[in-house]
């Protein structure tokens, strides 16, 4: 408190010279994001002069938007794969792992500990080494090639630090409350979806959130797994309008792309930034 | 099993009813988490399990595969551009590392430090984390474009350079490019790992130190870091493990250029893997960096276990 007075009291110049820092590194930090923005709302043949100024200067234009649907089957049905991928993995991960905390943290069976170190540790084990066999089950499977095999696989990916997450945040709810509600002889599904998921709430919110945003962008597995160009999800497809697979590079267009990409990941972590630090802290923590 | 029961429940005669319900509630504990081991061992034990087998084997994409013991490890261990790909990768951990944290070190001591407007700048330097690593590839190759880009042109135009000089065209320069965006992007990640640690310092320690006439610097050398132990290690294996396995950015801005200098360890075995189709070769290199990264994990993790400095 003595500090923050003092600090209150101290020189306006301090004060001064430290905001044009703080603001500076703001600029730095942000006007990448808000360089590619401006930049595809130019028309295309602007967008390909290099971004001096920032701005459109010759009047706005969807122009770059309208590129990029013409590439493969269209920006919509790249950006539906990415949706449907993500949203997936976001409801899946919610409740393997609201299930699994469950679990690990109300009932005793055998081998229980050892089971949930095991689960927790593979997130030592770098994905990236296991990609063939993963790439092989799932060709044994049937499901090579379909958003629902890649989707398995970045569910499992979350689960460590997701069941991580719901454990904890199922420890933290006092016993007494279930059992008032066992007196009630409620099953324990009901007591789960009824008396505990409202309690563990923030839990299941930062689950989805780091659910959401890893899978939206995951670039090395949607790559490796996904060969057939109409599966492609945003990353793949922006990545191979770069290279020019789909003609001469167009830079406004992968702009736009990249927009795209990354506007649902900003205003989500804005929204709900509460949750996401909570969620590195919790890690951190530990 | 069912007579040790059995004679359990004639021995005490009030437990039939218990130890039975017991029972069930491990069957109902095993079926909430069975859906999650289900996953990990279709996706994640039998991969690994696969991938130690697939090491052992000639394994073509089609085609039958082949047993030939640990020829894939024996040339591996010959392979000349396996361990260039392996000493960039290091190199590039131990640059971008060092990088990262005297960017965030800075960052997360001004942004504890009470102060209006801090909400908005820690959100502000925080925003390129959510930004997926294709996405900021993806917008900085296009920066760092010689003709459409930003860096080139706005040096010319401030008469830094008398031409355009393409960024991407020189090891060093591509190198230091990376390095530059992939700080934007990470640094806010690791300033709010170290904020953790610098809320959990007691504020009186700082000020009686203050009081006893030490310097910020002192303070710093002597409170903060010795304080920060475990939150830095852990930052630090973040970092570790998170650069061991780059390949987004390398293959998006750079695809392994200029003239195969920057392609990482994951950028190998991707490609011996996926586009030579060498499945066993693949695995076998896999192997090896995975425990590599296991090895370097558990070294960090002995870091991260020992007491604080001063308790």
Known sequence: MTALARRLAGTRLGGLAEHTVGMLLAFLFLAPIAWTLLTSLKPPPEARQPPLPPWP??????????????????????????TVVTLSTVALSVVVSLFAGYGFSRFRFPLKNLVFVLILSTIMIPFQSILTPIFLILNTLGLQNTLAGLVLVYVTLQLPFSIFMMRNAFDAVPKEIEEAARIDGASSLAMLVRVMLPLVWPGVVTVALFAFLNSWNEFLAALVLMTDQSKYTLPILMTAVRSGRFGAIDWGAVQAGVTVMMIPCLILFLLLQRYYIRGLTAGAVK | MSSISHAAREAVSAAPRRRRRLG????????????????????????????????????????????????????????????????????????????????????????????????????????????????ASLLWVWLLNVDAGLFSPAAVALGITPKKVNLLADFDLAFWSVIVMVVWKVAGF??????????????????????????????????????????????????????????????????????????????????????????????????????????????????????????
């Open chain 2, 24 to 135: 069930r509630s491990e069957w109902i504990g095993l079926l909430y988490v069975a859906p999650a081991v289900a996953l990990v061992a279709v996706f994640f034990v039998a991969p690994l399990v696969m991938t130690a087998f697939m090491s052992l084997h000639n394994w073509p994409l089609m085609g039958e595969h082949r047993f030939i013991g640990f020829d894939n490890y024996v040339a591996a261990w010959k392979d000349i551009r396996f361990w260039r790909a392996m000493n960039f990768t290091i190199y590039y951990t131990l640059i971008v590392t060092v990088a990262i944290f005297a960017v965030a070190f800075p960052l997360a001591l001004f942004v504890e430090t009470p102060r209006r407007f801090n909400g908005f700048y820690r959100t502000a330097y925080f925003l390129p984390v959510v930004v997926g690593f294709a996405s």
């Open chain 2, 190 to 311: 690791t300033m709010v790992i170290l904020m953790t640690g610098l809320q959990s310092i007691p504020a009186e320690l700082s000020e009686a130190a203050k009081i006893d006439g030490a310097g910020a610097f002192s303070r710093f050398r002597l409170i903060t870091l010795p304080m920060m132990r475990r939150t830095i290690a852990l930052a630090l294996i973040l970092s570790v493990a998170g650069s061991m396995l780059a390949f987004d950015q390398f293959y998006i801005i750079l695809a392994g250029g200029p003239r195969n200098q920057t392609i990482t360890a994951v950028y190998w075995i991707f490609s011996q893997s996926f586009v030579s189709f060498k499945l066993g070769y693949g695995a076998a290199l896999s192997m090896v960096l995975l425990v590599i990264l296991v090895v370097l994990s558990l070294v960090q993790l002995r870091l991260l276990r020992n007491p604080e400095g001063l308790e």
């Open chain 1, 57 to 82: 200067v010759t009047g706005l234009s969807l122009d770059s938007y309208r590129t990029l649907g013409a590439f493969g089957e269209g920006l919509g049905h790249y950006a539906w794969n990415s």
